[in-house]
């Protein structure tokens, strides 16, 4: 008895950042797609870059339709995003053609066709073998059918052709009032629908993406945000939380000689996550700092994602400490990235983060604290933001290190960006700051470090232009109060 084998399905990739993946490897091959939203969402740079990345990775000519904007305007407003459509039509390999149509000059009657419209298409199909095709916008190509039936019939001819023709074709749509086009017809005769959303929430805008449907595949049902930046769309497709990542048995150094003896095996595990809390003052930066630094001695890069200090400051401090962080960033093997958390969204944050360790390729990434992440989104955001990083860093056997600002407890209560990731985390590191003897004490505390055996007692350590040492708690008595004396 022959086993009968699967016939995969033919797909087209699309070359956008994170949308192959949700997809499972693209667009359908030589079907119509829908892609629909309102205003500003981002319908016609996505179309042109399923173009342009057909053309320079995949070798696929492409043919550019537009019923809205001139084919300047066009080539303006995607040259900021390297995208030189003169030199690809230069090249014969990309066809624009701008088609103006007024309802005003338009007459309508029975026979009304598309037929010019399929003439024009098929020359400049057929003229550079084109595999890949965009009509923008659908609504200014049937803005003077008012005859329902007529419209109907002339949506279900255009996307036969097409299909007919074997072209892999975005159709592009503006979002209707209670459907997803103004028309409501184009979801039902496409092959696959994409939905493209733009909304701004307690001041803070996000882009997302969703596959309404697609024929023939499976794909990733949720809702995706997306970013439009210098390079174009790029998705966020994080959405397998399986625990099947590879762990390694390799041992690093904390940074600091003293807190490294503290750990059974003298460090943290290779690609684990370390999360450090403590209320200000306590050294969490510190500390962040020290891991830092030893990645970059062993010659590992470093990113470092900081939402309170400028690159600057965080230089300076850390010097004041014995921290010379400056001669790495300078070769590039540490770079820092600073910004306001109320700058974008969650998962936009996670999504530049994304971004910058696919570029980058850090062995190591720090986030200084999470806790500010709790002003722009509950509770069960962040962990779910920080459930996806942490996936995100583990898949990639990322060593990883959060700090958190906590407050004194009372009635035993739990600050949320630490409720929000400690049970994640395989290392748990408290600092505290005390009043012994009259003075100011720092205190640390290991709560968890899994896999590994741990000191279970609480240590001193004090704070000297040549960095943290930690020490018993009579030593540090001593040495606080002759620093004191000085």
Excluded at 294 to 315: A, H
Excluded at 347 to 375: F, W
Aim: hydrophobic share 40%.
């Amino acid at each position: 008895m022959k086993q009968q084998q699967t016939k995969l399905f033919p797909k087209t990739a699309t070359g956008i950042s994170g949308l192959d993946e949700i997809t499972g490897g693209g667009f359908p091959k030589g079907r119509p797609i829908l892609v629909c939203g309102s205003a500003g969402c981002g319908k016609t740079l996505l179309a042109m870059q399923f173009l342009v990345k057909g053309i320079t990775e995949y070798n696929e000519p492409g043919v550019f339709m537009s019923f809205e904007e001139t084919i300047k305007d066009l080539s303006q407003n995607v040259q900021s995003l390297g995208f030189n459509l003169e030199k690809l039509v230069a090249d014969n390999r990309l066809r624009m053609d701008y088609v103006r149509i007024e309802k005003s000059e338009i007459e309508e009657t029975g026979e009304y066709d598309l037929e010019g419209i399929f003439i024009r298409l098929n020359h400049a199909i057929d003229a550079i073998g084109a595999k890949r095709v965009v009509l923008d916008t659908i609504e200014a190509l049937f803005s003077g059918i008012e005859n329902a039936g007529l419209l109907r019939s002339e949506i279900r001819r255009l996307f036969q052709w097409l299909k007919d023709k074997g072209v892999t074709t975005i159709i592009t749509g503006e979002r209707g009032e209670g459907s997803l086009t103004r028309h409501g017809l184009e979801e039902y005769v496409s092959d696959c629908v994409i939905l493209l959303d733009f909304r701004v929430i307690d001041q803070i805008a996000t882009r997302r993406l969703r596959i309404v449907k697609y024929r023939g595949s499976t794909h990733g049902t949720n809702e995706y945000p997306f970013l439009i930046d210098e390079n174009g769309i790029s998705v966020l497709p994080i959405t397998s939380l399986k625990l099947d990542h590879a762990v390694s048995a390799e041992i690093i150094s904390t940074g600091i000689p003293s807190l490294d003896k503290l750990f059974k095996r003298n460090g943290f595990y290779k690609g684990g996550s370390t999360l450090v809390t403590g209320s200000a003052g306590t050294a969490k930066t510190t500390i962040a700092a020290y891991f830092a630094l030893s990645s970059c001695k062993r010659k590992e890069r470093v990113l470092y994602f900081s939402f309170e200090e400028s690159p600057d400051q965080l230089l300076r401090n850390m010097l004041a400490v014995g921290i010379n962080l400056k001669p790495y960033v300078k070769s590039k093997l540490l770079t820092i990235h600073s910004s306001r958390p109320s700058l974008q969204g969650l998962e936009m944050h996670l999504l530049v983060l994304h971004k910058l360790i696919d570029s980058y390729k850090p062995k190591t990434v720090i986030v200084d604290p999470i806790s500010s992440l709790v002003t722009i989104g509950s509770n069960s955001e962040v962990r779910a933001m920080l459930v996806r990083l942490l996936d995100m860093l583990k898949i990639n056997e990322i060593n990883a290190m959060f700090t958190a600002l906590t407050h004194q407890p009372i009635n035993d209560y739990i600050d949320l960006s630490v409720d929000a990731v400690s049970s994640l985390a395989d290392t748990w590191i408290k600092v505290r700051n005390e009043e012994q003897y009259e003075n100011r004490m720092r205190s640390l505390l290991i709560v968890k470090s899994r896999g590994m055996s741990h000191s279970n007692n609480s240590w001193n350590f004090i704070i000297t232009e040549k960095g943290i040492q930690l020490m018993p708690a009579t030593a540090a008595k001593n040495m606080n109060e002759n620093q004191n004396n000085k």
